[in-house]
């Protein structure tokens, strides 16, 4: 009796060391599960940083290609004083006869961007961009002056992206007559 009283104390035991196992593999795959999700989640949002930097260095790199491209122009048509806006012979998307910089102005909004002959940057179809340029006053140039009214014109070049809720790049210079 005595024996068999110990072997059913054994069997209990035994019994209870299962439950306790199994509640333990159950918290320890529980715990797993929670620990694998914060990874995850933080592996998802670093991707999401990573391709965000991206676009926006992509939007800088527009952004200043076509400032780089404005600031390599005269302050205005080659000849003239006073004047403003694109001159004959300079319409339209294409920039190659662009000469002066407020040539640009209302340029855009060119979604994909255009290249100097104006055919499109298809691989940059995520992007919009756009040129303004304005007369500003040569005291201050957050000033608007009216076109071809003063030494000095704000360039503005913004990026913006097609997709809803990311941000522009704007990239702004002071362009003075020489
Ligand atoms: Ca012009
Ligand atoms: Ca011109």
Known sequence: MTRRFHVHEAGVAEVRERGHSFIE???ASLLLIVILGSVFKVLIQGQDVAQNTQKQTVALLLARDMLEEIKGKEFEE???SGTFGREAGEGGRNRSAYDDVDDFDGYGQNSPPRDVDGAQLGEFSEFARSVTVENVDAGNF????SAGSTPFKRILVRVS?????EADIVLETISGRK
């Open 25 to 27: 593999f159950t918290l």
């Open 78 to 80: 080659p000849g003239t």
């Open 142 to 145: 957050s000033r608007v002056r």
């Open 161 to 165: 992206s097609t997709v809803a809720g």
